[in-house]
């Protein structure tokens, strides 16, 4: 079946970058999702990328995806204490018939040390 | 004002309670969808509604059961609550181009079964 996994907590220096890595199983997939959620509050979306692309760069983020491998990454730069929360990468693509359903990782828990 | 909202917010019950949470969304998409939330777990599918008409099982929708009564209202019930539904529950909903389709989050229902 399908599966998105990521490590589940990441520790970096304010000011430093923060790299959060995720791989998941499935090779169709059309779009992957980076989604923050910050304490108290549902997910929102940071940036997605498409399956034929193999970086986007958005102001301080870069999404790194490599299909051979099955590899996304989230590389934020210069990171600030407002960017910790929880990432969580998610892959759609169309299961049991339900098209551009989401496949959501666990999260991961981004601490930043001032 | 948000555009997609939850009630309650938090709740606490007992075992074998029914309990309604309810997600009302202003942003006129047709998609809408339930998820728990359990820590080291990620986001889990309950169910799914594409339309008013529409209604889907997700991963995990033993115990549970909906009811679209418009589009802009999609209410998740546990018709007998027990201990292992303590989650965080999602509402979301999404208008999809094409292939891409973000997920837009209400803030969340903090659930607690005693």
């Known amino acids: 079946g399908e599966d998105v996994e990521q490590s589940l907590f990441l520790s970096v220096r304010e000011g430093d970058s923060s790299v959060i890595n995720c791989t998941y199983t499935d090779s169709s997939s059309t779009y992957l999702y980076w989604y923050k959620q910050e304490p108290g509050a549902g997910l929102q979306l940071l940036t997605y990328i498409f399956s034929n692309m193999d970086m986007k760069q958005d102001q301080r983020l870069t999404v790194l995806l490599n299909k051979k491998d099955k590899h996304l990454s989230l590389r934020i730069a210069d990171t600030q204490t407002g960017d910790s929360a929880i990432y969580f990468c998610a892959e759609s693509g169309n299961y049991g018939g339900a098209t551009n359903k989401l496949i959501f990782g666990t999260g991961t828990l981004l601490a930043v040390q001032p | 004002d948000a555009d997609v909202t939850q009630t309650p917010r938090n709740r606490i019950t007992k075992t074998g309670k029914r309990i309604m949470l309810e997600c009302s969304q202003t942003k006129g998409h047709d998609r809408m969808y339930w998820y728990r939330q359990d820590p080291g777990l990620g986001l889990r599918l309950i169910y799914y509604s594409f339309d008013v008409k529409d209604i889907n099982k997700g991963e995990i929708s033993d115990g549970y059961s909906v009811s679209r009564q418009a589009q802009a209202k999609f209410s998740l019930s546990l018709e007998s609550a027990i201990p292992n539904q303590t989650a965080l529950y999602f509402c979301?909903?999404?208008?999809?181009?094409?292939?891409?389709?973000?997920?837009?989050f209400g803030p969340g229902t903090r659930l607690l079964v005693l």
């Open positions: 979301a909903t999404s208008d999809p181009r094409g292939y891409q389709e973000t997920q837009y």
